[in-house]
């Protein structure tokens, strides 16, 4: 992929007393008196709204919340985010409860240089979604040039992520929006090697064409989750009552054969009856996992064994946790697999966790910070990992 412009190529004049348009991703969880429970993603943003406003711009935003289905809904409104954003940033900032309207532009025209203004959600708008042209000129109405840092956001072709990129230029990356380029682009690109993947989740089949993508370029592909259980009945073991996609046991027998020793599967398996049951929890080998039991987390064994490949490792890049991490005892090969990335990235190592459960688990166990690089956006990352071109991103301005 050819690099974007960033915020950091534009020149001083380019921002100085202009409106930027900032598409971030505010999807963030509220509670049922509407405050917000995790401001993770706020804070993702910042380091791009404090560049622009030390650099004499007007600050407009444009995000998502949930899913609202193209009309207003109160309980989506982005209006306890404004409120959050103003104390992370120790500064007013206004909110207006609408997007494509004349009282929006209005708004963006008022704004003073270093003031921040946030509009209401985007999937308020019937065209959002559908990437519809005259709501991409209206969207562009409300800045002079446009700004991506929704990372979350940018495998999604909507009117806020796309449209508006081609009516407003320049249209450039934001910071957050390089750094997730960045490391995830010169992980596939010119890995410090060994480089070993992490793959998890319950489907083999929301991973296939990670798994087939990373395959060639890995020295090493550790696989855990419901998803090795599939693997496991390709190989002829017993599953038991684990969740298996019997319509993709031929595909997980064919990237065994392909892979050959690169792909490591779990050793051992904790099990239970249910989850429900979750006390009677035990480790069994993997080749012993009783008829009336389900595979629910790795076992001991495999969390040593990949802890022993991790530790070797230059760069790692982590998705999908290891079992039912909300359910303990299940969290334990994902707590794991998180402590062993913190223990290698404090060596050197490059650790990159790829966004959704995985990023949830690490943030869970108080481990961000201890990772090179936590993404921000599961769907998207996913989508890079897969070698898939992120509509949002391939919008933006290529760097001269």
Known sequence: MARKMTVRDLREEQLRGKRALVRVDFNVPLDAERRVTDDTRIRAALPTIHFLLGRGACVVLLSHLGRPKGKPDPSYS???????????????????????????????????????????N???????????????????????????????????????????????????????????????????????????????????????????QLLPRVDG??????????????????????????????????????????????HDAMVAPSLDQAARAHAVPRDQIPADEAMYDIGPRTADSFGRAISIAKTVIWNGPMGVFETPPFDAGTLAIARELAAATATGTTTIVGGGDSAAAVTQAGLEAKMSHVSTGGGASLEFLEGKKLPGVDALDDAR
């Open 221 to 266: 592909m550790l696989i855990g989750g419901a998803m090795a259980c599939t693997f496991f009945q390709a190989m002829g073991l017993g599953v038991g009552k684990s969740l298996v996609e019997p319509d993709r046991v031929d595909m997980a027998k064919d990237l065994l054969a392909s892979a050959g020793a690169r792909l490591t599967l779990p």
């Open 78 to 120: 982005l209006d306890p985010v404004a409120t959050r954003l103003g104390e992370l940033l120790n500064a007013p900032v206004r909110f207006v409860e609408s997007t494509d309207t004349d009282e929006a532009v209005k708004a963006t025209h008022e704004l003073q240089p270093g003031q921040v203004l946030l509009l209401e």
């Open 122 to 212: 985007t999937r308020f708008l019937p065209g959002e979604e559908r990437n519809d042209e005259r709501l991409s000129r209206d969207l562009a109405k409300l800045g002079d040039l446009f700004v991506n840092d929704a990372f979350g956001a940018a495998h999604r072709a909507h009117a806020s992520t796309v449209g508006v990129a081609q009516e407003l230029r320049p249209a450039v990356a934001g910071l957050l929006m390089e750094t997730e380029l960045d490391y995830l682009g010169r992980a596939l690109a010119e890995p410090k090697r060994p480089f070993i993947a992490i793959l998890g989740g319950a489907k083999i089949s929301g991973k296939i064409d990670v798994i087939s």
